[in-house]
C-alpha cells in the first residue's frame, strides 16, 4: 500500500489590538492512503481560526475535540492558548490516536489524547467535563448523526454550561441537522459563514459553504 506523509505547516497572526501574544505557528503531520486521510479539511482550517480568533475565551478552559481526525488543528490551537485540552476520535482507530499523540509531541504540546466513540458509554466518558467541545466536519455521515448529537448531549449535561463549537459543510442533511438538535434537547445559539471571518489569504486556498454553528442544551444558557 502507498503511504504518502507530509507535515503542512500553519500559522496564526497576532493584531493591532494591544495582544501581546505575537504569532503561532503550528506543525501537523498528514498521512494520505488509498482508503483512508489524516488530512487537515477546510472545516478543520475555519475552526481552528475560530479558535485562535476567540483566544481569550479559550484560554484557560478545558477542551474536548470531537474525533480530531488525527490532525486535531483546533485543538493544538487551543492549547497554544492555554487551553486544557483533550483530543479524541474513535477508539478502535489507534493509528489515528498515535499520530494525534506524534503531532503533540511534534509541537511541544501537553494534550491529553484518548479514544471516544459516538455512541459507546464507556468509563471514559463519564469523567469527561469539558467547558467547550469542538467538532470539525464532524457531520458528514448522516447514518452516524445520531450517535454523535447524543454524545455531546450527554457531555453537555455533564457540563451544563458547556457549549458544542462545530464547522460543517452545509449539504443536503442541514434539516436532519436541526431535527436531531430538538430530538437531543439542544439549541443553536449561534450560526456563521465559515467564511466570513477567515483571512483573505486562507480563504484564497479553500472552497465550499462551510457554516459554524455554536450549541448548548436548549435548558441551558446562552454561549457568550
Known amino acids: 500500500m502507498t503511504t504518502t506523509t507530509t507535515i503542512s505547516q500553519h500559522d496564526f497572526y497576532g493584531d493591532d489590538d494591544g ?21 487537515v479539511w477546510p472545516c478543520s482550517v475555519i475552526l481552528a481560526e475560530y479558535v485562535w ?23 493544538l490551537v487551543a492549547a497554544k492558548v492555554g487551553a486544557n485540552v483533550t483530543l479524541t476520535d ?3 482507530k489507534a493509528e489515528v490516536l498515535e499520530n494525534m499523540t506524534r503531532v503533540c509531541e511534534l509541537n511541544n ?17 463519564f469523567d469527561l467535563r469539558p467547558n467547550i467541545i469542538l467538532g470539525a466536519d464532524v457531520l458528514y455521515d448522516s447514518s452516524a448523526f445520531d450517535d454523535l448529537f447524543a454524545t455531546v448531549s450527554f ?5 451544563p454550561d458547556a457549549v458544542f463549537i462545530t464547522t460543517y459543510h ?3 442533511g442541514h ?9 437531543w434537547g439542544l439549541k443553536c445559539v449561534k450560526l456563521v459563514d465559515g467564511f466570513s471571518f477567515l483571512p483573505s ?15 448548548v442544551l436548549s435548558c441551558g444558557k446562552s454561549a457568550a
Open 19 to 39: 495582544d501581546s501574544e505575537g504569532s503561532v505557528y503550528l506543525s501537523v503531520i498528514e498521512n494520505m492512503k488509498e482508503e483512508y486521510g489524516l488530512f
Open 53 to 75: 480568533q476567540q483566544r481569550s475565551r479559550f484560554r484557560g478552559s478545558t477542551i474536548l475535540e470531537q474525533l480530531g481526525a488525527g490532525t486535531s488543528l483546533p485543538g
Open 201 to 215: 489569504r486562507k480563504a484564497s486556498l479553500l472552497s465550499g459553504n462551510i457554516q459554524l454553528v455554536e450549541i
Open 170 to 172: 452545509n449539504r443536503s
Open 175 to 183: 434539516h436532519l441537522i436541526e431535527f436531531l438538535m430538538v430530538k
Open 90 to 92: 474513535d477508539s478502535s
Open 109 to 125: 504540546l501537553n494534550c491529553n489524547v484518548m479514544g471516544l466513540t459516538w455512541g459507546v458509554w464507556d468509563a471514559t466518558i
Open 155 to 159: 457531555l453537555l449535561q455533564n457540563s
